[in-house]
């Protein structure tokens, strides 16, 4: 049995709390919470232990589950590191890429497991879409967030892009050769709005589209490739792939063939990517063998996340 405890605040720990709870292999031994009164209520809702410290957590726990990075995110990790401990984290955002490297020479001398939370690529509709990659050359990924006051504590490639980015390079194993990105702040101090594109060595291009103050919530990619377009909408958990055909024409018997679009609709087979995820980071650390969104690729992510950022911040025209 595998001891974790829980760090941090919000619907995001209670979700994993939850899960936690009732996943076999792992024993929830308590968590967190900075805020007294939170924690409170937390002990009160699902009877776990609440700790003093983060210090007296790592006592006795043999991994750490942070869903929600917090301002003491790094120095959290960094402990737990320090500690010998398996961390899952909802994602790698640090405040520099120096922190972020710190990071992976800290997970490699404490020979633990550490994984990068990547809910998109544990989505049903997406890993029914993953048979059907034969080399895409151009994907496009918008993503839709309702206007939430909480969700702008962070810029919005950090905290939404990243994950786009994230699938983006699961998809395509090919060098970076250009990017670009701009960003339009609406209401809050830094981007609301932003967009990148990715030119690959390869040839493929990536576009990717964060909105955080839109009317309704979604995530859909289309993914072209030779021949057909894969479809994913994220959010309704649907795929479908768009192919061409050739059909018998009579009517023209010298060019006596034409083509057909038809749509071709892969089995959706329903799962929590959460419990997924974390059953993942269980497994890994049972085996000894590498998670999917490992602590490197949550490296390679978070590189591109803040070129995009550097971009976008020389100019953010401003209403």
Do not use: W
């Amino acid at each position: 049995m595998i001891k974790i405890g829980l760090i941090g605040s919000g619907c995001y720990v209670k979700s994993h709390i939850k899960i936690l709870k009732d996943l076999p292999g792992f024993e929830l031994v308590g968590f967190f919470n900075p805020d007294p009164q939170k924690a409170k209520e937390t002990l009160v809702e699902f009877n776990i232990h609440p700790f003093k410290s983060p210090k007296e957590l790592f006592n006795f726990t043999d991994a750490i589950d942070i869903p929600r990075s917090t301002n003491s995110y790094f120095n959290l990790t960094v402990n737990a590191l320090k500690n010998s401990k398996h961390i899952f984290i909802e994602s790698l955002k640090t405040n520099s890429l120096e922190e972020a490297d710190h990071l992976i020479k800290l997970a490699k001398e404490a020979n633990v497991t550490v994984q990068v939370g990547q809910t998109e690529r544990f989505n049903p509709a997406f890993n029914a879409a993953k048979s059907f990659f034969n080399n895409p050359m151009f994907i496009e990924i918008i993503r839709q967030n309702k206007f939430n006051s909480c969700s702008f504590d962070d810029h919005i490639v950090l905290s939404s892009m990243i994950h786009d980015i994230e699938v983006v390079l699961s998809i395509i194993k090919s060098n970076i050769k250009k990017v670009s990105a701009n960003g339009v702040s609406i209401v809050s101090n830094s981007s609301d709005i932003a967009n990148a594109r990715i030119e690959f060595d390869n040839g493929c291009v990536a576009t990717l589209t964060t909105n955080r103050i839109s009317m309704k919530d979604g995530l859909k990619c289309r993914i072209y490739q030779q021949g057909e377009v894969i479809f994913v909408d994220f959010k309704n958990k649907k795929t479908k792939i768009a192919k061409l055909k050739n059909i018998k024409n009579n009517t023209h018997p010298i060019n006596n063939a034409k083509k057909e679009i038809y749509l071709e609709k892969p089995e959706i087979k329903s799962n929590n990517a959460i419990k997924d995820e974390l059953a993942s980071f269980q497994n890994a650390i049972r085996n000894n063998s590498t998670p999917l969104g490992n602590i490197e690729d949550g490296n390679k992510a978070l590189y591109l996340a803040h070129k995009i950022l550097e971009m976008i911040n020389r100019t953010v025209p401003r209403f």
